[in-house]
């Protein structure tokens, strides 16, 4: 069965510190990966997709970047975060074609910038 | 690009009455609905979904409406309990096909649903 790991759970950064976080898949091949942010009140925004290896895709301008240096991989980053940039972060895949492209999330890294 | 108007906000039933939660959508070209449950710290997940060609769809207590004429679709629970209390997130999106790459689903803002026993 497919599974998704996110970490790290929960991180405190200071502003204009660098930003990793990593999301991977297992028991899938090209999956879609996504990266959202929810903030109270916004809902789910979406960040990042990726359809494959170096492929991303940008949907909001922001202090952010994505990686996917390999096909199950995806890498959030930061070279100076703000503290604007803090908020729930998300992972997620879905099955690239399937009927409905049902979209499963990781379990959320808990991001504050102070 | 779409737009996902979702409402209301938060909603508050007694156990064992029905809620609601509806959406509007601005694409008339978007075939895909599905409603995620956000629990309090866990990730979303999805309880139901409906395509474009169908009205409606039911799986046991939760019932999910489409009106493609009007651009809306809602989320029907009925026989609440405490274990439904969460954050509901309504989503669209034009699915292409298989094939046709990847898509983009685009959430509305969530209800809080709370059910009071």
């Known amino acids: 069965s497919q599974t998704i790991h996110q970490w790290p759970a929960t991180l405190v950064q200071p502003v204009g510190s660098p930003l990793s976080l990593e999301c991977t898949v297992e028991g899938t091949s090209n999956p879609n990966l996504y990266w959202y942010r929810q903030a109270a009140g916004r809902g789910l925004q979406l960040l990042f997709y990726s359809v494959g290896i170096g492929q991303i895709s940008s949907e909001v301008p922001q202090n952010l970047s994505a990686s996917r240096p390999q096909d199950r991989q995806f890498i959030l980053s930061s070279k100076k975060l703000l503290l604007s940039d803090s908020g729930f972060y998300l992972c997620a895949w879905s099955v690239d074609g399937t009927v409905g492209e049902k979209l499963f999330f990781g379990s959320g890294t808990q991001l504050s910038v102070l | 690009g779409e737009n996902v108007e979702q409402h209301p906000s938060t909603l508050s039933v007694q156990e064992g009455d029905s809620a609601v939660i509806k959406c509007t959508y601005s694409?008339?070209?978007?075939?895909?609905f599905p409603w995620y449950k956000q629990e309090l710290g866990k990730r979303p997940q999805l309880i139901i979904d409906?395509?474009?060609?169908?009205g409606e769809k039911k799986d046991q207590r939760i019932a999910v409406t489409l009106n493609k004429t009007a651009k809306h679709f809602s989320l029907h629970i009925t026989e609440t309990q405490p274990e439904d209390s969460a954050v509901y997130f309504c989503a669209a999106t034009r699915f292409s096909g298989i094939g046709a790459g990847s898509y983009q689903l685009t959430f509305g803002k969530g209800t809080k649903l709370s059910v009071i026993p």
């Open positions: 694409d008339s070209a978007s075939n895909y």
């Open positions: 409906i395509r474009s060609n169908v």
